[in-house]
C-alpha cells in the first residue's frame, strides 16, 4: 500500500503515511464534537517520501469499553492527475483553435478578393457589352460563383471548429475507436478499391480521451491518405498500433504519392490547401487534438511509397490492470 509492504505497516504509528493526521483529527473533533464520521483530505506519504494527496473515512467507535478510529484513506493522486489533464485540454484546444481560425480568417481573403476581381470583369462586360473581350461573361461568373463556394466552405470549417463543445472525456478502447472509424469508411474503400489492413498488435489500447475528438484525427489521417493515392494504381492503407513507453502509437500508412517536400517542414502549421477543395486544416487540427491529450503526431515517408502519420496517446495503464483484477475477480 502507497509503496510500503504489509509486514513494514502492521503496529506501525499511523503519522509514518499520514503526517498531518493529528492537525485533521482535531479540526474534525472540535466540529463533531466526538462523534467523527467524516470524509476529509489530507496529505499522505509514499514509502519513497514522496507526497500525494488521499481522502481520509474516518469513524470513532469503542472496542472493549475504549474509543478506537477506524479509517480509510483512498489515494486521489490519478483523479487529481485526470482534472488537471481535462483543464489544460480545454485551455490549450482553445488556445490552438484560436490559431487555426484566425489562418482561417486570413485565407478568407483569398476568395473574397478574387469574387471582387470577377465581379470588376463582370461589370465591364456588361457596360461594354460590343467591345471584343478575353474573358466571356458565362466564365466570370462561374469563376466568381466557385469562390464564393470557397469562401462558404471556410466559414462551415471555422463554424465546425466553434462547435466541438466541452470535451468528454471517457476511459475506452482505441482499438473499438479505430475498428468503429474503419466501418464508417467501409464504402469509400470500396468505391475507390483501397485495400485496407488493420494490424491493431497493442498488448494495451486502454486510453482516457474524447472519442469524437479521436476519431476525427483519425478520420483526418484516413481521407489525407485515401486523398493521396487517388492517382496512384496501387492503394494500400495500414492502421497499426504499438506500445512504446507507456504510450500507444497509431500509424496510419498508405501508398500515396507522398508528402510534397515544399511543405515537410510545415504539414501541421494551417497553410492553404495543395489540394483543390481542400482548407489544409485536416493537419493542424489533429496536432492540436492529440497534443491536448499529451500525445505527438508527425509524418515520415513510407518505406517503399506513400506516406506514414504516426501520433501517440498515453496509456491508462493503472486503470486496465485494475480492469483486468476486476473481472478476474468477477470470473470473466
Ligand atoms: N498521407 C499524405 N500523403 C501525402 N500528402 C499528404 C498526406 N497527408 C497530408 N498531406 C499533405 O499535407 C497537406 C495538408 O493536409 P491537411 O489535411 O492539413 O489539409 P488538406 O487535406 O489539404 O485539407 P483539409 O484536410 O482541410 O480538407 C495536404 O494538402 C497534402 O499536401
Ligand atoms: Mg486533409
Known amino acids: 500500500m502507497f509503496g510500503y509492504e504489509t509486514e513494514e505497516l502492521a503496529g506501525t504509528e499511523i503519522r509514518l503515511i499520514l503526517p498531518d493526521l493529528g492537525a485533521k483529527l482535531s479540526a474534525l473533533h472540535l466540529r463533531t464534537n466526538n462523534r467523527i464520521h467524516s470524509c476529509k483530505e489530507a496529505i499522505g506519504r509514499r514509502s519513497n517520501g514522496e507526497a500525494f494527496p488521499v481522502e481520509l473515512n474516518l469513524a470513532q467507535t469503542t472496542h472493549q469499553g475504549s474509543p478506537i478510529f477506524v479509517g480509510s484513506a483512498r489515494d486521489l493522486s490519478e483523479k487529481y492527475r485526470a482534472e488537471a489533464r481535462l483543464k489544460r485540454l480545454q485551455v490549450?484546444?482553445?488556445?490552438?483553435?484560436?490559431?487555426?481560425?484566425?489562418?482561417?480568417a486570413h485565407e478568407l481573403n483569398q476568395p473574397l478578393?478574387?469574387?471582387?476581381?470577377?465581379?470588376?470583369?463582370?461589370?465591364?462586360?456588361?457596360?461594354?457589352?460590343?467591345?471584343?473581350?478575353?474573358?466571356?461573361?458565362?466564365?466570370?461568373?462561374?469563376?466568381?460563383?466557385?469562390?464564393?463556394?470557397?469562401?462558404?466552405?471556410?466559414?462551415?470549417?471555422?463554424?465546425?471548429?466553434?462547435?466541438?463543445?466541452?470535451?468528454?472525456?471517457?476511459?475506452?478502447?482505441?482499438?473499438?475507436?479505430?475498428?468503429?472509424?474503419?466501418?464508417?469508411?467501409?464504402?469509400?474503400?470500396?468505391?475507390?478499391?483501397?485495400?485496407?489492413?488493420?494490424?491493431?498488435?497493442?498488448?494495451?489500447?486502454?486510453?482516457?480521451?474524447?472519442?469524437?475528438?479521436?476519431?476525427?484525427?483519425?478520420?483526418n489521417l484516413m481521407k489525407n491518405a485515401i486523398e493521396a493515392m487517388t492517382k496512384t494504381q496501387f492503394r494500400r492503407l495500414t492502421i497499426s498500433t504499438s506500445v512504446r513507453d507507456g504510450d500507444i502509437q497509431v500509424d496510419v500508412a498508405d501508398s500515396g504519392t507522398g508528402i510534397p517536400d515544399d511543405i515537410k517542414g510545415q504539414l501541421f502549421e494551417p497553410l492553404p490547401s495543395t489540394k483543390d477543395g481542400g482548407m489544409g486544416v485536416g493537419l493542424p487540427m489533429s496536432r492540436v487534438i492529440v497534443e491536448a491529450h499529451e500525445g505527438r503526431i508527425w509524418a515520415r515517408d513510407n518505406i517503399e511509397r506513400g506516406a506514414v502519420l504516426s501520433f501517440t496517446l498515453p496509456l491508462m495503464e493503472g486503470i486496465s490492470s485494475l480492469m483486468e483484477t476486476r473481472s478476474q475477480k468477477l470470473g470473466r
Open 113 to 219: 478578393s478574387a469574387t471582387k476581381t470577377y465581379l470588376k470583369v463582370i461589370e465591364r462586360l456588361v457596360e461594354h457589352p460590343n467591345k471584343a473581350h478575353p474573358v466571356r461573361i458565362e466564365d466570370a461568373l462561374a469563376r466568381a460563383s466557385e469562390q464564393v463556394e470557397r469562401a462558404g466552405r471556410i466559414i462551415s470549417s471555422l463554424r465546425g471548429l466553434a462547435a466541438q463543445g466541452e470535451p468528454n472525456m471517457l476511459i475506452q478502447s482505441l482499438h473499438r475507436l479505430i475498428e468503429q472509424i474503419c466501418e464508417g469508411f467501409a464504402g469509400t474503400f470500396a468505391d475507390l478499391r483501397v485495400v485496407a489492413i488493420l494490424e491493431l498488435g497493442a498488448s494495451n489500447d486502454t486510453v482516457l480521451v474524447d472519442g469524437v475528438q479521436i476519431q476525427q484525427v483519425l478520420s
Open 92 to 104: 490549450d484546444r482553445l488556445a490552438a483553435m484560436g490559431g487555426i481560425a484566425a489562418g482561417l
